[in-house]
């Protein structure tokens, strides 16, 4: 068949979250590896992918902006829509003269052979858009997507796994992702691996649902008795083999159910030297009629056990979480124990989102919506709640020594430094003067802190 991507400029745009990104870089290499140059964002190309996301309204509305946009910079060129908004409301541009093809989850790595059979058409005189869109029940095996290097050098971001069997009331992801799938270990090794030989330094292990990491591959009744010996767990045997890789100094997990950190799986993960101590669990709110609200299987107490046990393997590790606020029917009493509970926690970092009403979703159905404003409102008060929490951490890590990886320069409050993350990743700033020569980025130092900067840095008044 006929090269028609050969020497062809193309530009790449993502909008969600970081499997999203670990995807457009998989794309990237592909399109490289049939002779397109990438071009940045914004500049005139002949292809353009925009890889959308829909896990809320503002989501769609920068899906739709995005691709409105590419048109505009681009007139001449095929634009690509995929991803989750394309999954889930490719009916609505069937007809829209700023996409030419749309393609859906699970269909991403044949997105070259897809543009070469679209350029063909193109050719024979056929008009688009070009529908590469299946059902969500045809989203079930897993679809590989390596990736050999990555633009930035210190970490890499690596997708494992894909889809959702949770189906949380208020989430629309089950949909536009389909059902839980995972990745071979061999497969994620020999991509660590790559990374590792082009000079990564840090792996961020990342899926849709990471805590159902290889399930699908047991029946029920081999799931119960993996949760009766969660040593066993197939994360955890994944963990350890990515941290065997030679030039990997630090091992990061993606976003984690609570439910999973058993005691048996904590002092499994507090084993492995190169796990980072940082926790990202999933929470959503600090209420427990909330939660069951929202179909979430634990509650405040065990989620609240899940921390102090980390904490009891771990010494005083970050943990991070994600919060809904002005989910349909939350009372101001509910939402309230929600602050309370975010300062009892004390969590290293919140990601705070208002509620999204998501057609299809149960909660879209649910009585007791809030307003845009009043979701706002409370958006922010957690927020304010979640900064108070985030300092207080930082200034803790104040006391202790911090291995910092080196990312890039910065200027912060008028201080010239290099800026790196601690493994609990807190930000670092090194004054350039502390450095004897020209710092590198991915190099690794110890340091220890003076202070915090306005935006919540750690300023390094020494290395150790």
């Given amino acids: 068949m006929t090269n028609h991507l050969q020497n062809k400029t193309f530009s790449v745009?993502?909008?969600?979250?970081?499997?999203?990104?670990?995807?457009?870089?998989?794309?990237?290499?592909?399109?490289?590896?049939?002779g397109c140059t990438e071009l940045p964002f914004g500049e005139t190309v002949d292809i353009i992918i925009i890889n959308t996301c829909t896990v809320t309204n503002?989501?769609?509305?920068?899906?739709r902006q995005m691709l409105h946009r590419a048109r505009t910079q681009s007139p001449e060129a095929v634009i690509l829509a995929t991803g989750c908004y394309v999954q889930e409301r490719a009916g609505e541009h069937t007809?829209?003269?700023?996409?030419?093809?749309?393609?859906?989850?699970?269909?991403?790595?044949?997105?070259?052979?897809i543009l070469n059979e679209v350029f063909a058409r193109k050719e024979a005189g056929e008009k688009g858009p070009f529908l590469y869109v299946g059902d969500d029940k045809e989203l079930k095996a897993y679809e590989e997507l390596p990736v050999t290097h990555q633009q930035e050098r210190t970490r890499a971001f690596v997708k494992v796994q894909d889809g959702c069997n949770q189906f949380c009331s208020y989430c629309i992801i089950p949909f536009a992702r389909g059902r839980i799938a995972s990745r071979a270990i061999e497969e994620v090794a020999e991509e660590v691996a790559a990374l590792a030989a082009s000079g990564v330094r840090e792996v961020v292990i990342n899926g849709i649902h990471?805590?159902?990491?290889?399930l699908e591959r047991y029946s029920v009744s081999e799931q119960a008795a993996l949760k009766v010996n969660q040593g066993e767990l197939p994360l955890l045997t994944l963990v350890r083999r990515v941290a065997a890789t030679e030039g990997i100094t630090r091992v990061r997990l993606g976003s984690l159910e609570p439910r999973i950190m058993t005691e048996e799986v904590v002092s499994a993960l507090a084993g492995i030297d190169k796990l980072c101590p940082q926790f990202h669990l999933s929470l959503q709110s600090g209420c427990d009629e909330t939660l069951k609200a929202m179909n979430r299987h634990y509650t405040t107490a065990e989620y609240r056990e899940v921390t102090e046990r980390l904490r009891r393997h771990f010494d005083d590790p970050a943990i991070t979480t994600d919060i809904i606020a002005g989910f349909p029917g939350e009372t101001e009493e509910q939402f309230e124990t929600t602050v309370s509970y975010v300062h009892e926690i004390g969590f290293a970092q919140v990601h705070v989102f208002p509620y999204s009403r998501r057609k299809g979703t149960v909660a879209d159905r649910m009585s007791g919506q809030h307003t845009e404003a009043e979701k706002k409102r409370r958006a922010g008060i957690i927020a304010g709640a979640a900064s108070?929490?985030?300092?207080?951490?930082?200034?803790?890590?104040?006391?202790?020594?911090?291995d910092v990886l080196l990312e890039?320069?910065?200027?912060?409050?008028?201080?010239?430094?290099?800026?790196?993350y601690s493994r609990e990743y807190v930000p670092v700033a090194i004054p350039m003067d502390a450095f004897s020569g020209e710092p590198v980025s991915g190099s690794e130092l110890t340091v220890r802190g003076a202070r915090l900067l306005s935006d919540g840095t750690i300023l390094a008044d020494s290395t150790l």
């Fill in 58 to 63: 503002i989501a769609d509305r920068k899906s």
């Fill in 210 to 214: 990471l805590s159902s990491y290889g």
């Fill in 408 to 420: 890039e320069p910065a200027v912060i409050d008028g201080i010239d430094c290099f800026v790196g």
């Fill in 95 to 113: 007809d829209d003269p700023s996409v030419d093809v749309l393609v859906g989850n699970r269909r991403k790595g044949e997105i070259a052979s």
């Fill in 388 to 402: 108070e929490t985030m300092r207080a951490y930082r200034k803790r890590r104040l006391h202790f020594p911090l």
């Fill in 13 to 34: 745009h993502t909008l969600g979250c970081k499997v999203n990104a670990c995807e457009s870089e998989a794309i990237k290499e592909m399109l490289q590896g049939c």
